[in-house]
C-alpha cells in the first residue's frame, strides 16, 4: 500500500476508534490536504469545526485551503468565525495569525 493512502487509513482507523478526539480528525484534513484533495479536506475541517467550534487551528488551516482553492470570500468568513473561535478559547496568537491572513486577501 503507498505510504500517502496507509497515512489516510492509519488516520480514519484511529478517528474510528475515537471519534471524538479533535487532533486525529485534524490531522486527516491535513494529510488530504498535503495530498492535494482540498474539497475532502475543507468537508473534512468543517467537520471538525461542528463538533469542535474552539478548535482555532481548524479553522486557520481551512481558510488557508479555501484560498489555495480561489474561494476567497469563504476563506474570508472562515477567518473570521476562526478569530471568534479563538478568542472564545483565549488563544491571541492564533487570533493575530487569522486577522493577518484574512487582512492579506481582504481588499
Do not use: W
Amino acid at each position: 500500500m503507498p505510504e500517502n493512502k496507509s497515512r489516510i487509513s492509519q488516520l480514519e482507523q484511529m478517528h474510528q476508534q475515537d471519534p471524538h478526539d479533535a487532533f486525529v480528525h485534524y490531522a486527516l484534513a491535513m494529510e488530504l490536504s498535503r495530498l492535494g484533495r482540498p474539497s475532502d479536506a475543507v468537508a473534512v475541517f468543517n467537520a471538525v469545526m461542528t463538533e469542535h467550534p474552539d478548535y482555532a487551528a481548524a479553522y486557520f488551516m481551512c481558510g488557508r485551503t479555501l484560498e489555495q482553492m480561489d474561494r476567497l470570500d469563504e476563506a474570508r468568513d472562515m477567518y473570521r468565525a476562526g478569530i471568534s473561535a479563538a478568542r472564545r478559547g483565549g488563544d491571541a496568537h492564533a487570533a493575530g495569525e487569522m486577522q493577518a491572513a484574512l487582512d492579506a486577501i481582504t481588499a
